[in-house]
């Protein structure tokens, strides 16, 4: 998978643009360094935290916001005229985005072990709206223990020690399919 024809165009106008203009719209740079893996830039950088600041508790907003990036005429990339619009190279970053609320505890009381799950997923939907389901940890696939430092062996048997579990999670992909995340502890 290779950068778009509009991505390109749109990393020239970024590239391009002298250091007196005014900023540019920081979804625009949200979506060109998540495409291009988040290098170390001037542009990249503050594009990584305002995402990463979006899906910081409370309330979890969606990282990628297409509606705020004008990036029209030239570059192609009609994003505020409805999903039919999204050329198919960008609706695919947006939808690679996984998020993951994880709100999950056990403790043992009783002689009995007491289970608490209320985490969600995130997804766009085909309107390009974050939506979120129920989902139960129990059920979470391997790589999201390894990330998390979650206890994969107690979630999954429900035996164990006490154990809270919470914190926002965030995976996406590049332009060349690799995968990268971030965890939010809170």
Same mark, same amino acid.
Request: glycine letters at 12%; proline letters at 9%; a positive charge.
């Given at each position: 998978?290779?950068?778009?024809?509009?991505?390109?165009?749109?990393?020239?106008?970024?590239?391009?643009?002298?250091?007196?203009?005014?900023?540019?719209?920081?979804?625009?740079?949200?979506?060109?360094?998540?495409?291009?893996?988040?290098?170390?830039?001037?542009?990249?950088?503050?594009?990584?935290?305002?995402?990463?600041?979006?899906?910081?508790?409370?309330?979890?907003?969606?990282?990628?916001?297409?509606?705020?990036?004008?990036?029209?005429?030239?570059?192609?990339?009609?994003?505020?005229?409805?999903?039919?619009?999204?050329?198919? $190279?960008? &609706?695919?970053?947006?939808?690679? *985005?996984?998020?993951?609320?994880?709100?999950?505890? =056990? @403790?043992?009381?009783? +002689?009995?072990?007491?289970?608490?799950?209320?985490?969600?997923?995130?997804?766009?939907?085909?309107?390009?709206?974050?939506?979120?389901?129920?989902? $139960?940890? &129990?059920?979470?696939?391997?790589? *999201?223990?390894?990330?998390?430092?979650?206890?994969? =062996? @107690?979630?999954?048997? +429900?035996?164990?020690?006490?154990?809270?579990?919470?914190?926002?999670?965030?995976?996406?992909?590049?332009?060349?399919?690799?995968?990268?995340?971030?965890?939010?502890?809170?």
């Amino acid at each position: 998978m290779q950068l778009s024809t509009g991505i390109k165009a749109f990393a020239v106008m970024l590239i391009a643009v002298p250091s007196g203009s005014p900023a540019y719209p920081i979804d625009c740079a949200i979506l060109l360094c998540l495409a291009g893996g988040f290098p170390a830039s001037t542009e990249c950088t503050p594009a990584k935290v305002e995402m990463i600041r979006r899906i910081t508790p409370f309330p979890v907003e969606p990282p990628l916001q297409l509606w705020n990036c004008p990036m029209g005429g030239g570059g192609g990339l009609p994003t505020g005229e409805g999903p039919r619009q999204l050329p198919p $190279e960008v &609706r695919a970053y947006r939808d690679a *985005i996984e998020l993951y609320h994880i709100d999950y505890s =056990q @403790k043992r009381g009783g +002689g009995d072990m007491h289970i608490r799950d209320r985490s969600r997923q995130g997804r766009y939907d085909v309107a390009g709206n974050l939506s979120w389901s129920k989902m $139960e940890m &129990r059920e979470a696939p391997s790589w *999201i223990f390894a990330v998390t430092g979650g206890d994969e =062996q @107690k979630v999954k048997s +429900g035996f164990g020690t006490i154990m809270f579990w919470r914190g926002v999670l965030m995976r996406w992909r590049d332009y060349q399919g690799k995968t990268s995340e971030e965890w939010v502890p809170y």
